[in-house]
Nanobody, 126 residues
């Protein structure tokens, strides 16, 4: 089975930047959709950004213009560059993959079929 290991989280002040990375196995490399979602304990999952196999990217409205998702298939790595962070961005961020198209994943409420690992914690202080 595929593995997805997220890293790069940490604590920053409002307005700061972080870059999250997700290392994934060759098994995951051919998945149609890959992306990031975040979750705060006791709250619903929020989709953040995703990238389809053709390179099409989609962002949640609350991160547009601040976050950038990218994928390096040669290195089996999915990145999320986060700029101008706000306290509301504090959450555990997870990377995920799905054999379905990203449009389907979004419509499903970001219920990615493949999520591995414990995510990486991002804390933004005001």
């Amino acid at each position: 089975q595929g593995q997805l290991v997220a890293s790069g989280g940490g604590s920053v002040q409002s307005g700061g930047s972080l870059k999250l990375s997700c290392a994934y196995s060759d098994y995951t490399n051919n998945r149609h959709c890959m992306g990031w979602f975040r979750q705060v304990s006791g709250k619903a999952r929020e989709g953040v950004a995703d990238i389809d196999s053709d390179g099409t990217t989609t962002y949640a409205d609350f991160v547009k213009g601040r976050f950038t998702i990218s994928k390096d298939t040669a290195k089996n790595r999915l990145d999320l560059q986060m700029n101008n962070l706000e306290p509301e961005d504090s959450a555990t961020y997870y990377c995920a993959a799905d054999p379905r198209a990203c449009t389907v994943v979004v419509l499903s409420g970001y219920t990615y079929l493949e999520v591995r690992g414990q995510g990486t914690l991002v804390t933004v202080s005001s």
